[in-house]
């Protein structure tokens, strides 16, 4: 089912050119699709030995998480990638955490090399989770606007990224036991999250726009006065701030 969602999705995407808008998405989401279907090969030839589990199911799952972190970085520019100024600021504040996040995952806990690759997968879902909350809160606080399909987009991610920490922590405290039951939790919330993804998608998006050229303070005030200006000052100072990177933008 997970499948048949998934080249849906694609479908859609190809359909209404957002790949386009979202490529990095949309190689993802072909990664997933083919680190699938290598999985059912692989285990359907060789059943599920511990080699095969270890050096190939795992291996591409690392690969797909990666791609994954990817689309979520270019989903966190194209929400506020218009801003210059704030996007140099939020980008290094996001990476900052994902860092810290990571490490702290890496070193709390006695190590077991059984569940080397559950934690490590934890960690960086962890990472992806804390980063999505972070652009939510800070798009909320300053009044950005932005899409429904962004907004759903990383709603979608921040719940399977979320469900996964919570899904990996209890298979590592019950391994042999919550084996059958975390695989069927882990595809139902993906399958949630590829509908939601295509509920966001069915709708042509437009490709991001490096930066929104912004009215001086007094339009705001007399023509639109519920956008937030303390949102254009943040930006205007750190315009100055970053300046030799907005310059290159």
Excluded at 31 to 57: D, T
Excluded at 107 to 112: D, I, L, N
Aim: net charge positive; aromatic share 14%; glycine share 6%.
């Amino acid at each position: 089912m997970n499948a048949a969602a998934g080249i849906g999705l694609l479908i859609v995407l190809l359909v209404r050119k957002n790949y386009r808008a979202y490529p990095i998405f949309t190689f993802y989401m072909i990664a997933n699709l083919i680190a699938g279907g290598f999985a059912y090969l692989i285990f359907r030839r060789s059943g599920f030995s511990l080699w095969a589990l270890w050096h190939l199911g795992w291996g591409m799952q690392a690969a797909v998480i990666f791609a994954r972190a990817l689309a979520v970085a270019e989903l966190c520019r194209h929400m506020l990638s218009r801003y210059v100024g704030v996007w140099g600021m939020a980008w290094r504040v996001l990476l900052g955490s994902a860092a810290l996040v990571l490490l702290y995952s890496s070193v709390v806990g006695k190590y077991r090399w059984d569940l080397v690759v559950t934690r490590a997968d934890r960690s960086v879902e962890l990472a992806i989770a804390v980063v999505l909350v972070g652009v939510l809160l800070f798009v909320r606080y300053y009044g950005v606007q932005i899409d429904s399909a962004s907004r759903l987009l990383a709603l979608g991610f921040c719940f399977y990224s979320c469900f996964n920490v919570l899904n990996n922590t209890i298979l590592e405290r019950y391994l042999r036991d919550y084996v059958g039951v975390w695989n069927i939790l882990g595809m139902t919330a993906y399958l949630m999250s590829l509908l939601l993804w295509t509920w966001a998608l069915r709708v042509t998006q437009s490709e991001v726009e490096h930066e929104q050229p912004l009215l001086s303070a007094e339009v705001y005030q007399t023509l639109v006065p519920q956008v937030n200006l303390q949102l254009r000052a943040l930006n205007e100072r750190l315009i100055e701030y970053w300046k030799p990177e907005a310059t290159r933008h």
